[in-house]
C-alpha cells in the first residue's frame, strides 16, 4: 500500500542553525501539509500546499517557515533559523483531492533543538 | 473558528470490554469531516475512522463505530471488545473540504489485561 515516507526520522540541531525536513507524499496525491506536534500537545496545522503554492498557513507559520515541492516529488520544510521551541515531532501529510477528504499522515521527523 | 474538544484526558478500559471516547466540535458549517486518527507510542498517526456530516448513518469499521450527532456537534468513537494493541492517543479531528486539518488535544487510552 503507498505510503508518505519523511526523513529524518530524527533530527538534532543547534539553535540558529538551518534545518530541511523532507517528505515524500503519495505519488498521486495533489495537495500536501505540514503539521506539528510539541511533546505532549496536540498536533497543530502549519500549512497546506496545493498546485505549487500555499494554499493556507497558520498562525505558526511564520517568516522562518518555507516550504517547496522542489522536483515533483519531495516536499520539504525548512526552517531558516531553529529555536528552541520548535522542538518537536513534524508530519507530513498528503491527499488525493476529489471527494475522499482522507488526509495520509508520515511518521514524522523529531526534532531536537539543542 | 472551528475548535475540537476531547474533554477526557485519559480513559482506561479493561481488554474484551467496550470503550467510548468523547468530541465535540464547533462550527457554524454544514458540509465538513470528521475523523478519529490513533497515535500509538510509535507517533504514527493512523486513522481509524471517517464520517461525513452530510451522512446520517453512523460510520463503523470492524470494531470501531461512530456516534454522530450533528445537531448536538458530538461526534464519539466506541471500541469494542478492546485489545491490549488499541492503547495509545486518540486523536479526534475535524475539516472542511480542500482545508487543514484541526484536532483535539487528545485522550491517552490503556487497556488493562
Known amino acids: 500500500e503507498p505510503e508518505v515516507t519523511q526523513t529524518p526520522s530524527h533530527q538534532v540541531t543547534q539553535m540558529g542553525q538551518e534545518v530541511i525536513l523532507r517528505c515524500v507524499p503519495i505519488s498521486n496525491h495533489l495537495y500536501f501539509y505540514w503539521y506539528r506536534q510539541i511533546l505532549g500537545q496536540k498536533v497543530e496545522f502549519l500549512v497546506s500546499f496545493y498546485n505549487n503554492e500555499i494554499s493556507e498557513k497558520s498562525e505558526i507559520f511564520d517568516d522562518q517557515f518555507s516550504v517547496e515541492r522542489p522536483d515533483g516529488s519531495n516536499f520539504t520544510l525548512k526552517i531558516r533559523s531553529t529555536k528552541l521551541e520548535d522542538s518537536a515531532m513534524y508530519f507530513c501529510a498528503s491527499e488525493e483531492g476529489g471527494t475522499n477528504y482522507e488526509q495520509y499522515f508520515g511518521p514524522g521527523t523529531r526534532l531536537t533543538v539543542t | 473558528a472551528q475548535t475540537v474538544t476531547q474533554s477526557q484526558p485519559e480513559m482506561s478500559v479493561q481488554e474484551a470490554e467496550t470503550v467510548t471516547l468523547s468530541c465535540t466540535y464547533d462550527?457554524?458549517?454544514?458540509?465538513?469531516?470528521l475523523f478519529w486518527y490513533k497515535q500509538p507510542p510509535s507517533r504514527q498517526m493512523i486513522l481509524v475512522i471517517r464520517q461525513e456530516a452530510y451522512k446520517q448513518q453512523n460510520a463503523t469499521e470492524n470494531r470501531f463505530s461512530v456516534n454522530f450527532q450533528k445537531a448536538a456537534k458530538s461526534f464519539s468513537l466506541k471500541i469494542s471488545d478492546s485489545q491490549l494493541g488499541d492503547a495509545a492517543m486518540y486523536f479526534c479531528?475535524?475539516?472542511?473540504?480542500?482545508?487543514?486539518?484541526?484536532f483535539g488535544a487528545g485522550t491517552r487510552l490503556t487497556v488493562k489485561p
Open positions: 479531528a475535524y475539516r472542511r473540504s480542500n482545508n487543514d486539518m484541526r
Open positions: 462550527t457554524s458549517e454544514s458540509d465538513y469531516y
